[in-house]
């Protein structure tokens, strides 16, 4: 039988720094069932009361509607409230008040067959202004994630990634440089074969 897909949320926080943008990234542990020692953003799978916890103002438009595309059963407001908590619990830091656009939907990714762990990731681009509190502030972080940093994004990729993350960091350096995207990248592995999309 078949590992199911779960829906997940992850959040890449950046900064502007004097020596260029900065990503924060976190390593998980050795025994993880899934990507064990890679280096990550903060996220995780939906849990069941993310479904109930209302989430308005923290989307554009565009991104909820991109969102909505070929999504399934999973709800925006469900996949940004997973956002906000896996953050809080992984690296403790917390998002202020709702600001219009805070999370920008930037990408999406379904995990190969064959994995240990299926997902059906959603990543949201978030600037460390919209955090309540001081961005380098991890002593509530739940310590899932090890070594937790800011990184230049030179730094970052240079890393041991997982290949989405590394595809996904491609991205934000683009986006950070001023580029934009012609529709969120999608590697869509639902099926027998691979697909790449965009949705726009």
């Known amino acids: 039988m078949s590992e199911p897909i779960r829906p997940a949320a992850t959040v890449v926080l950046v900064r502007n720094a004097p020596g ?12 993880a069932v899934f990507m ?23 989307l554009a438009p565009d991104c909820t509607r991109r969102l909505s595309l070929m999504a399934g059963a999973t709800a925006p407001d469900a996949l940004v409230a997973a956002a906000r908590r896996e953050l809080v619990e992984e690296t ?17 990714a379904i995990t190969p067959p064959g994995r240990p762990r299926r997902f059906d990731a959603r990543f949201f681009l978030a600037d460390a202004g919209c955090l309540a509190g001081d961005a380098e502030d991890f002593a509530n972080a739940s310590g899932e994630l090890a070594f937790l ?5 030179p730094e970052a990729r240079a890393l041991d990634l997982p290949f989405v993350t590394e595809v996904v960091l491609a991205e934000v350096a683009a986006l950070m440089a ?13 099926g027998p074969t691979p697909q790449f999309r965009r949705l726009v």
């Open 20 to 31: 260029g943008a900065q990503v924060l990234m976190g390593q998980r542990g050795a025994g």
């Open 36 to 58: 064990p020692s890679k280096f990550v953003f903060p996220g995780g799978r939906v849990d069941p009361e993310d479904h109930a916890a209302p989430c308005p103002g923290f």
């Open 92 to 108: 403790g830091l917390t998002m202020a008040a709702p600001l219009a656009g805070a999370l920008r939907f930037v990408f999406r």
């Open 149 to 153: 940093r800011w990184l230049p994004l």
């Open 178 to 190: 001023g580029g934009d995207q012609p529709g969120v990248p999608f590697f869509d592995n639902s």
